[in-house]
Nanobody
Framework: QVQLVESGGGLAQAGGSLRLSCAAS????????MGWFRQAPGKEREYVSA????????YYADSMKGRFTISRDNAKNTVYLQMNSLKPEDTAVYYCAARTVITGTPMASGSYNYWGQGTQVTVSS
């Protein structure tokens, strides 16, 4: 089992920044990738970014490239999402996810088997 706890959400102004954290506990040594997804009201869950916990290779949705940066601290079993140049359309609940089985692309939400509870990000214009 892997437990995930997100933090760092909140209110930001357009053009501002926020950093989300996702702390993992439990069988963290079995995690291959961790990812961030988001879901806005009335919309489907959307892929944001992912990172390989062993190699550090990162993946981004095209719309996040250049604005968001994912990173990891293996010593703390924590993954971060630095979000810059925030836009009102970035408003959503952001979820951290972990996968302990490699099944397809790390950009697919269905490939993750552990999820955090989510943290709200609200960007005002």
């Amino acid at each position: 089992q892997v437990q995930l706890v997100e933090s760092g959400g909140g209110l930001a102004q357009a053009g501002g920044s926020l950093r989300l954290s996702c702390a993992a506990s439990g069988r963290t040594s079995s995690v291959y990738h961790m990812g961030w997804f988001r879901q806005a009201p009335g919309k489907e869950r959307e892929y944001v970014s992912a990172i390989s916990m062993s190699t550090g290779i990162t993946y981004y949705a095209d719309s996040m490239k250049g604005r968001f940066t994912i990173s990891r601290d293996n010593a703390k079993n924590t993954v971060y999402l630095q979000m810059n140049s925030l836009k009102p359309e970035d408003t959503a609940v952001y979820y951290c996810a972990a996968r302990t089985v490699i099944t397809g692309t790390p950009m697919a939400s269905g490939s993750y088997n552990y999820w955090g509870q989510g943290t709200q990000v609200t960007v005002s214009s």
